[in-house]
């Protein structure tokens, strides 16, 4: 394939990876129920990070992990079409997922009857309140650096989730840029970053 041929491709990759990413959880939903498999793929990638980290915050082992995120999932195709509050998926699904979470635990605990108590509505939304805004606010940052450019997500990373920290020399040179200038492309990441949470409603 020729060098003219490939650019298009490549443009035309990239404009259909944004158009995904922009897409509403509604238009997802709705081409879901109607059958759109590609739908259904993005859903599920927009948000397994989100369910595939809610058991190991309950201390349960990666063989646990998989088999929630993968009941999670089963329950959301079989009980989409019951969803009301569109705007509501996310709350939704980590609501799935705590109860799927916690009927695991008390069954290796060996306390079924728990299970019962702990799945009612109140008691739910009095245990899981602080995690499902510590949720709610981690699927925020993940939605923003998607968003973001390449560089600015390595840069991202390298900020606040690298450890220990790279230093700026080191981050430089891995980007392939002058260690003069990384200040300055650390300071625009950060104000993208920041700008994309905003417009979420991040609330720190």
């Excluded at 981050?171 to 625009?188: H, K, P, V, Y």
Aim: net charge negative; hydrophobic share 40%.
């Amino acid at each position: 394939m020729s060098s003219n041929q490939e650019g298009p491709k490549r443009a035309s990759r990239a404009a259909k990876q944004h158009e995904d990413r922009t897409r509403s959880d509604a238009e997802l939903i709705a081409a879901c129920l109607g059958g759109d498999g590609d739908a259904w793929e993005l859903l599920v990638n927009r948000y397994r990070r989100l369910i595939y980290s809610i058991p190991f915050k309950w201390g349960l082992q990666r063989e646990d992990a998989m088999e929630v995120f993968q009941a999670v999932w089963l329950d959301c195709f079989q009980e989409l079409h019951l969803l009301r509050d569109i705007d509501r998926l996310q709350a939704w699904l980590v609501r799935i997922a705590v109860r799927k979470c916690y009927r695991l635990k008390a069954g290796k605990l060996g306390r079924p009857e728990e299970v019962e108590i702990i799945e009612t509505d109140h008691v739910l939304e009095d245990q899981s309140g602080n995690l499902l805004r510590r949720l709610d606010q981690e699927q925020m940052i993940r939605m923003a650096m998607e968003q973001l450019t390449v560089r600015c997500q390595q840069v991202i990373s390298a900020l606040f989730f690298e450890d220990p920290f790279p230093g700026y020399a080191a981050l430089a040179e891995r980007l392939g840029l002058s260690s003069n200038s990384i200040g300055f492309t650390r300071d625009r990441c950060l104000q993208r970053m920041g700008k994309l949470l905003e417009d979420q409603g991040y609330e720190h």
